[in-house]
């Protein structure tokens, strides 16, 4: 089982960035890939970018551009990039993992708040 802590959140203005970090502990070794969502306030958890333990990523298309996710395989922690941060970034981050064996459920942090304002 893996437990994950997200932190780097904050409230910020528009234009500006943060890091996001992720770390994994527990049973590490079993990881395949590692990633971040978001939910605005009152929206469902969109996919926003993951990368794999090899280090290929994968961005939806309003991450593209401004984010970028990168591993610290030594730290089990995964970070996320946000620049020129907008209003509708505002929302809760997760972090999740995914073992190899896609059978395994996901494992989820806690979040943690970015508020942009204008």
């Known amino acids: 089982q893996v437990q994950l802590v997200e932190s780097g959140g904050g409230s910020v203005q528009a234009g500006e960035s943060l890091r996001l970090s992720c770390e994994a502990s527990?049973?590490?070794?079993?990881?395949?890939?590692m990633g971040w969502y978001h939910q605005a306030p009152g929206e469902e958890r969109d996919f926003v970018a993951s990368i794999t333990r090899a280090g290929a990523t994968n961005y939806a298309d309003p991450a593209k551009g401004r984010f970028t996710i990168s591993v610290d395989a030594a730290k089990n922690t995964i970070y996320l990039q946000m620049n020129e941060l907008k209003s509708e970034d505002t929302g809760v981050y997760y972090c999740?993992?995914?073992?190899?064996?896609?059978?395994?459920?996901?494992?989820w942090g806690q979040g943690t708040q970015v508020t942009v304002s204008s």
């Open positions: 999740d993992s995914q073992n190899i064996r896609i059978t395994d459920p996901p494992s």
């Open positions: 527990g049973i590490t070794s079993k990881l395949n890939h």
